[in-house]
């Protein structure tokens, strides 16, 4: 994850991810299938802790350093072929947030990036603007044709679980 970059951010334009020092999951990665054939609807969940994180917002000639980091994301695809998947992220924790460079410009970029909810909006409309574009309909087809592809429910059910929001899953 480190030397990736992302840019076009509400706020603070391009981030460059600089260093993570640990990344694991908090959560069971779970997928849950309903529907019938043709039909399905498909909910992925994962929660990953992000510790010792460093950004450079070359935009605005800014590091910034983050202590501790939990995000939750819940990915929605629906099979139809006109319906956009949706996402949903939360960040039940932010902790320990640096903000360096340039006196004035640091002291408003940290107002942003010391704001959970500021944070979580940013991430939000990035993840909103990821799942529109047309390479989801590959996952799409990819979960539908090949991951779920002659497995019966009773195979999945092992590693399928109800563990996020909105989630029932049905056998």
């Given amino acids: 994850l480190t030397n990736f970059t992302i840019r076009g951010l509400t706020a603070v334009g391009t981030v ?18 309903t529907g019938t054939k043709g039909n399905e609807t498909l909910y992925l969940s994962a929660c990953v802790n992000v510790t010792n994180a460093t950004i450079k917002l070359p935009d605005k ?4 350093s983050l202590d501790k980091a939990k995000f939750d994301v819940y990915l929605l695809f629906t099979m139809s072929a006109n319906v956009t ?14 903000v360096s460079g340039d006196f004035f410009t640091s002291i408003l970029v940290s107002v942003v990036l010391k704001s959970k909810s500021a944070v979580q909006t940013i991430l939000q409309g990035l993840l909103n603007s990821v799942v529109k574009k047309p390479e989801w309909k590959e996952l799409q087809k990819w979960l539908t044709d090949e991951f779920f592809a ?17 989630f029932t899953t049905y056998y």
């Fill in 61 to 64: 000639s800014l590091t910034a």
């Fill in 150 to 166: 002659n497995t019966s429910d009773s195979t999945l059910a092992p590693i399928l679980s109800s563990t996020g929001p909105f």
């Fill in 85 to 98: 998947p949706s996402a949903n992220i939360s960040i039940p924790v932010w902790e320990g947030v640096k």
């Fill in 16 to 33: 460059e991810i600089v260093q993570v020092g640990n990344l694991s999951r908090s959560c069971p990665t779970t997928v849950n299938k």
